[in-house]
């Protein structure tokens, strides 16, 4: 059975910022608790205490500042995600953003229909390919899950090293 759509894509308006960061916080919290849990509680305290605050004014910054370069998916007049995007310089290569689905809408597609959204958007201004980050971490494996199920087939493995001093 074919799931149906959930919710309106649409642009971002600068009013959409302040809904974007707290989706961005409480969707952001399964990966930090991951990192919390890979890194352990004193390096994790060194590098990421008072990630909420910084990844909420990141995401508000961006939706407020370019909102031409957001898009949020509405459903009954809230918000439930958003996808943030950067184009390009003269390489002609998209980027998909900061993204995000509210806990409560997540599992419904959302997040697949907003990268391809973003896809759709890329190809409509001529640009010749597309790239997303994300991390190999249990808690990116949702956000890993959605961009295989947007079309991205290709990566590179990343590593990112810690230590106490």
Known sequence: MERQPVGEIRP??????ERC????VVAW???????EQLLGPEIFAQHYVGWEER?????VGLVRERPEQAIVTEVDGEIAGFLTFY???AEGVGEIGNNAVHPDWQGRGIGERQCR??????RERGLSGATVYTGLDEGH?????QYRKA???LSTPHIRYFMEL
Do not use: S, T
């Open 55 to 59: 990844k909420r004014a990141e995401v």
């Open 87 to 89: 184009l390009p310089g």
């Open 141 to 145: 494996a949702p956000a890993r899950a």
């Open 117 to 122: 959204r973003a896809l759709d958007l890329f």
């Open 12 to 17: 971002a308006r600068a009013k959409d910022a």
């Open 151 to 153: 079309g991205f087939r």
């Open 29 to 35: 919290q399964r990966v930090f608790e991951a990192w």
């Open 21 to 24: 960061g707290d989706i961005a």
